[in-house]
């Protein structure tokens, strides 16, 4: 829903997490609880259908603003899956509590749940600009949308223009959201891409890892990646790379290590003597989901209808 940017599923996880007062200053419940009251009150489609969009909401390299605070094993960006529901734990973020904010002051019309016992809100109060902050991602039958994520201070103040000024044009509120903000960071290389995006609701957005060059004692050189293109799988990446090296289509690597940690992301490739570590990098990009595209398509409902948007319409 353009309202606020949730799919139904999503929407009914954090009305459930709301009914349990799981508020960000309050103690943490069992996911299985969250997902069985989920399934049993709002969305009757089995609590193994909600727990994997519970987990996503609580995903920092997913969602550039998360709506869920995990604890325990919420799947990392190498690909490795969550832990069961019944060893994880969840509450509502502060952006969470924001999108629920006065839901109990006639804000919002509700409707039936699917057994009549009880109403679900038709769409959250949204305070907080969902759509356009944590964007969106998914396929339905004939038609999918994919709606990046951007800086909320950025559509805060774009919001803001618009509020002064109704006639606001797209290029102007361009000043105030530049371009997608991803959560695992990367550099948007162009803004041509970006520019027809906003303008038409669709467009290609090129992304490259975030890289630079360290100097050896022994006067080699290595290449350190400290941020990746959004939606890459950092093993995947790794046995890539590896690969490349392995079958001799890239020559000038000698090494390839992971380094991340809780210090944040870090992967060292170190180079043969005389490499150039330019060249290195280029190819690295050809071969490589160390450069890649996010396709936008920000279509979303509006009015029971999906529609494509622009900038300024979103």
């Not at 989920?38 to 089995?46: A, D, E, V």
């Not at 990746?228 to 790794?238: G, H, M, N, W």
């Not at 020559?251 to 060292?268: K, Q, W, Y």
């Not at 490499?275 to 009015?303: E, M, S």
């Amino acid at each position: 829903d353009v309202r606020d940017g949730l799919k139904p599923s999503q929407r009914r996880i954090l009305v459930a997490m709301n009914d349990l007062n799981l508020a960000p200053g309050r103690g943490f419940r069992k996911c299985a609880k969250i997902a069985g009251d989920t399934s049993g009150n709002y969305h009757p489609h089995g609590e193994a259908i909600v727990y994997p969009t519970l987990v996503h909401m609580a995903q920092d390299f997913r969602l550039r603003y998360i709506m869920v605070d995990g604890q325990g094993n919420f799947g990392s960006i190498d690909g490795y899956p969550p832990a069961a529901m019944r060893y994880t734990e969840a509450r509502l973020s502060h952006a969470a509590t924001e999108m629920l904010a006065d839901i109990d002051r006639d804000t919002v019309d509700f409707v039936a749940n699917y057994d009549e016992t009880r109403e679900e809100p038709e769409v959250l109060p949204s305070r907080f600009p969902n759509l356009l902050c944590n964007g969106s991602n998914g396929i339905a039958v004939g038609m999918a949308t994919k709606i990046p994520p951007h800086n909320v201070t950025e559509v805060c103040d774009a919001l803001v223009a618009l509020i002064d000024d109704p006639e606001i044009t797209i290029d102007s509120l361009m000043e105030h959201i530049k371009a997608p903000d991803f959560p695992t960071g990367g550099v948007i290389y162009g803004i041509q891409g970006v520019r027809q995006a906003y303008r038409t609701g669709r467009g290609i957005v090129h992304m490259r890892a975030r890289t630079h060059i360290e100097q050896q004692k022994d006067k080699r050189e290595r290449i350190i990646v400290t941020e990746i293109p959004f939606l890459v799988d950092k093993s995947t990446l790794l046995e890539k790379m590896a690969d490349l090296v392995r079958h001799k289509v890239i020559e000038d690597i000698s090494n390839i290590r992971d380094e991340s940690g809780r210090g944040g992301l870090r992967i060292v490739i170190e180079l043969k003597r005389d490499a150039v570590p330019k060249v290195v990098i280029n190819n690295l990009y050809k071969f490589t989901q160390l450069a890649t595209t996010f396709a936008v398509n920000a279509l979303a409902i509006d009015h029971g209808r999906p529609k494509t948007l622009n900038l300024k319409e979103m």
